[in-house]
């Protein structure tokens, strides 16, 4: 109804003209916190054993898929050392991420987790609501995320005015489902990795219970307290014990990392 009153209004004025279909469908979603370049490293690790690496970047030419201007964004992880020889993992996800609206139109998905074998190809129609995949196509709501665009569509959410408790939520789209994701706001809090000390905002996402998570509140997300937003610890309690993820390495940010504070 919305955008039946704004099309209308703009004819009315006589500037129709420059009003798309493809603007109607997608909406104009600012981003100010990442930018092509980016890479960011991290750490996992069960307390001082080091357990893995993952990495999240975005590619650095803008492409375009569908007609559309999409970010290539890639996140990869691997298990290293001891855990290599009795449980290997080799994950790469990639999104292709409109630039304009910061919503998903291509997913890949390449799992490899001590031999159970995920290969998925997501492609997100946006006009008509719909997510397929090779196993089946499914209505999905307007401006769902997969894994790696919720990412970096949630640095992108205003968290200036956040009180303890405040929740956003995440629609999200995982094994041809639709997953409503709330991340909840907890405070704020100092946090000492690799790359650094950060003050930073801290974050709770509530999870379905019975994937990965024992309960809702079981994944803590710290993220830069600065324009980047960019994740400096994640730290969960899964079903073989508790893991973190803390940031090692960063370059290519698009503002300056002023959270730092040695």
């Not at 930018?35 to 975005?58: D, F, P, S």
């Not at 290599?84 to 999104?95: G, L, P």
């Not at 769902?144 to 970096?152: E, R, W």
């Not at 019975?210 to 997300?221: M, P, S, Y």
Request: proline share 3%.
């Amino acid at each position: 109804m919305k955008k039946m009153i704004l099309t209308l209004f703009l004819t009315a004025l006589g500037a129709s003209s420059n009003l798309t279909a493809e603007d109607e469908v997608f909406r104009r979603h600012p981003n100010t916190a990442f930018t092509v370049n980016e890479a960011l490293e991290y750490r996992v690790h069960y307390g001082l054993i080091n357990a893995g690496t993952a990495r999240l970047e975005i590619l650095p030419d803008v492409k375009e898929f569908n007609g559309r201007k999409v970010y290539h964004a890639v996140g990869t992880g691997r298990t290293t050392g001891m855990f290599d020889w009795f449980f290997k993992v080799r994950d790469r996800y990639e999104s292709y991420i409109d630039t304009q609206a910061l919503v998903p139109l291509h997913f890949i998905r390449r799992v490899n987790e001590g031999g159970y074998i995920i290969n998925q190809d997501v492609t997100f129609d946006h006009r008509e609501n719909k997510a397929t995949s090779q196993k089946a196509t499914i209505e999905v709501p307007d401006n769902i995320q997969d894994l790696v665009s919720a990412y970096y569509f949630a640095r992108n959410l205003n968290f200036d005015t956040a009180k303890i408790g405040t929740t956003y939520p995440l629609r999200t789209y995982l094994d041809d489902e639709v997953i409503n994701l709330n991340l909840k706001f907890i405070g704020k809090e100092k946090v000492s990795v690799s790359a650094g000390t950060f003050n930073c905002l801290k974050f709770r996402p509530v999870i379905l219970q019975g994937r990965v998570f024992k309960e809702e509140d079981d994944l803590t997300i710290w993220i830069s307290d600065d324009k980047n937003k960019v994740v400096v610890r994640a730290e969960a309690e899964i079903l073989v014990g508790s893991v973190k993820m803390d940031l090692k390495n960063y370059s290519g940010l698009a503002n300056p990392l002023s959270s730092k504070v040695k």
